[in-house]
């Protein structure tokens, strides 16, 4: 999966590399969820792909699921900071908030370090939200904006013209 791109100079760039999401197919090109750069011919190509993200003017690229030997060799290759998510040796690290809360709990990929399961906790919160809205207890009284005294009457006298 090669980058080349013309950027205008106006709009700055940050290049995601390679690892699908968990919304991609597993038929697509790169054959789904899988860690990219594991052998000398992928790495080779995750290198190529950093490079030309620097030289169509990238101010970072976003590594992802990429062996640190590589990601070593990346960040020596190109002067733009090289961040990672699952990708060690790099200039920063990355993770996604959704991850680290475990909230998706389909499966959890390997470079994900779970600092906490809050996905039970949201649950109960939205069920008892959305059993408050059904039963008409929200929003109560407390929770909505009443018009000044007086200001009903001269929008519905308004209103009636």
Same mark, same amino acid.
């Given at each position: 999966m090669a980058f080349?791109?013309?950027?205008?100079?106006?709009?700055?760039?940050?290049?995601?590399?390679?690892?699908l999401d968990r919304k991609s197919s597993p038929t697509t090109a790169l054959g789904g969820f899988k860690a990219q750069g594991r052998t000398a011919k992928s790495a080779r190509a =995750?290198?190529?792909?950093?490079?030309? +993200?620097?030289? &169509?003017?990238?101010?970072?690229?976003?590594?992802?699921?990429?062996?640190?030997?590589?990601?070593r060799i990346i960040c020596r290759e190109i002067p733009i900071p090289v961040y990672g998510i699952g990708a060690g040796?790099?200039?920063?690290?990355?993770?996604?908030?959704?991850?680290?809360?475990?909230?998706?709990?389909?499966?959890?990929?390997?470079?994900?370090?779970?600092?906490?399961? =809050?996905?039970?906790?949201?649950?109960? +919160?939205?069920? &008892?939200?959305?059993?408050?809205v059904r039963k008409g207890d929200f929003p109560g009284e407390e929770h909505v904006y009443r018009m000044a005294d007086g200001e009903i009457e001269k929008l519905a006298a308004e209103w009636k013209k």
């Open positions: 080349s791109s013309k950027k205008p100079d106006y709009i700055p760039v940050q290049r995601r590399n390679l690892i =995750v290198i190529e792909d950093a490079k030309a +993200v620097h030289d &169509a003017g990238a101010f970072s690229v976003l590594v992802e699921g990429v062996p640190p030997e590589v990601t040796d790099c200039d920063g690290q990355v993770m996604i908030c959704v991850d680290i809360l475990g909230l998706f709990q389909a499966f959890t990929p390997k470079f994900v370090k779970r600092y906490g399961n =809050v996905a039970d906790e949201y649950r109960k +919160v939205f069920s &008892a939200y959305i059993e408050d």
